[in-house]
């Protein structure tokens, strides 16, 4: 509600020294792994040191505070206030004035002052003949929208959430999203959002006994896996003899999970958690720097759940729902316009979602699920055309657990997922720039390739 400061995700693990409102000096850092809460607090100056100059910011006005915005894969670490300690939402009332300043100085340390060098091509990137991961399982989820969809070989499931409390509507997004599944020919993966325990027997019993792959249960409120709720589940799957797996963690960001990690639980048989690249701004520049941010969240999800392998999504543009509101998730109202992005149709969209499969591409990641499978938030458009991103989708759909290979050197904007397809190796590339981008590219025992990619745009080729 006033100035912010952003600061580089690359300082993770930087020293600062900290000045409170009293004179009170304070050693802290930058953390390495995604703090789950304000790593700095009660600030009105910090001082830190990077590429040989002292750097020092002064704040007035407020109180202010950081926290770590790769929670919500945002690549920067934000200093703001009002601190969150006062009553939340905080009220402003018409006609209130508030003035803030924040000063920065800088101070060479050496009486030279280095910037970091350019990124330049680091030569032709080489695929090597060896695996780093393998290609997760991809899904989508359910819409509303009526339009008949063809068979997606390899489609891992199709998510499908389900509000408790109007039983009616839960049975009827069950009939839509089993037609959908059975169109797209995948299984279900249920996520039961409920209001209290009482809500999960009567949905699971919705639940046809062979049409589910996944189930899942989290609170309306908190967005998470209750304990109370977890228990109630466990017995519900049991007692109607379903084989699904069971999954914990949240609905929402990865902030909720990092922030509520008794939601992990450990008689699970997976974690998941969801991604969207817009909670805080909607530039194109930003909305990419959001995919190494992807990956981020990956290995702490990992890391919390002790190696309990991860099922990501729904990635989505934009956000499902508001999740820190406290009046409710989006007006159905508004909805649409909400939570639907123009990109959503774009070639863009498409390099985009190859960008994040290749963030993602992790030993543990079982699964990913992007957009909904048609709509106006859909791999398909309402009018029934397939888009660019359900391309990729679909090819690396029918690959599922190939060998994804290294690549050594890279490009700036390039992203290259090379994937072992029987004999041969499968390119899949993307542009993630404005401009036309023209490279080589090579197997580690074979000739240059020549790579061309319009703005914004993902292809796929063989290398061999």
Not at 267 to 277: F, G, H, W
Not at 417 to 434: M, R
Request: glycine share 8%; proline share 8%.
């Amino acid at each position: 509600m006033g100035l912010v400061v952003l600061h580089r995700s690359d300082d993770a693990g930087r020293d600062i020294i900290v000045t409170s409102p009293d004179g009170t000096l304070t050693k802290g850092a930058f953390p390495t792994d995604i703090s789950p809460h304000q790593p700095l607090t009660d600030i009105a100056a910090m001082s830190w040191e990077r590429d040989g100059t002292a750097f020092r910011l002064e704040f007035t006005g407020d109180v202010f505070e950081t926290e770590d915005q790769r929670n919500w894969t945002d690549a920067s670490f934000k200093t703001y206030s009002p601190p969150l300690s006062r009553p939340f939402p905080v009220s402003v009332h018409t006609g209130d004035q508030t003035h803030q300043a924040i000063r920065l100085s800088a101070k060479p340390r050496t009486g030279i002052t280095t910037c970091p060098a350019p990124r330049y091509v680091t030569g032709i990137p080489t695929v090597r003949r060896e695996a780093r991961a393998r290609v997760p399982a991809l899904g989508t989820s359910a819409s509303t929208a009526a339009i008949e969809l063809a068979p997606v070989p390899g489609l891992a499931a199709l998510i499908v959430e389900v509000p408790g409390g109007d039983f009616a509507v839960a049975a009827e997004l069950l009939v839509q999203a089993r037609h959908q599944a059975m169109m797209l020919g995948t299984a279900l993966d249920v996520r039961i959002i409920a209001d209290g325990p009482g809500d999960i027997p009567p949905l699971v019993d919705l639940l046809p006994l062979d049409s589910a792959a996944r189930i899942s249960v989290f609170s309306s409120h908190g967005h998470v896996t209750e304990p109370d709720l977890w228990e109630q589940l466990l017995v519900a799957v049991k007692r109607r003899g379903l084989s699904s797996a069971v999954l914990s963690g949240t609905r929402a960001h990865f902030t909720e999970l990092n922030r509520s990690r008794y939601s992990i639980r450990p008689d699970a048989e997976a974690i998941t958690y969801s991604l969207t690249p817009q909670m805080h701004a909607t530039e194109v520049p930003h909305i990419i720097e959001s995919l190494p941010m992807q990956r981020e969240t990956a290995l702490n999800a990992l890391r919390l759940g002790s190696g309990q392998p991860l099922h990501i999504g729904p990635v989505t543009l934009k956000a499902r729902f508001n999740a820190v509101s406290t009046r409710g998730a989006y007006d159905p109202a508004t909805l649409e316009a909400m939570t639907a992005d123009p990109l959503q149709a774009e070639e863009f969209t498409a390099a985009w979602l190859l960008g994040s499969i290749n963030a993602l591409t992790l030993p543990g990641v079982e699964s990913i699920s992007y957009f909904e499978a048609s709509g106006p938030r859909g791999l398909v458009t309402e009018g029934g055309a397939a888009t660019p991103a359900f391309a990729i989708l679909s090819q690396l759909a029918t690959l599922r657990g190939a060998d994804v290979l290294h690549v050594e050197g890279d490009v700036a904007g390039l992203v290259l997922y090379p994937v072992v397809s029987g004999s041969k190796v499968l390119l899949f590339a993307a542009n993630l720039t404005p401009r036309p981008l023209s490279t080589a590219v090579k197997l580690e025992d074979g000739y240059p390739h020549g790579l061309h990619l319009p703005a914004w745009s993902a292809l796929t080729r063989p290398l061999s």
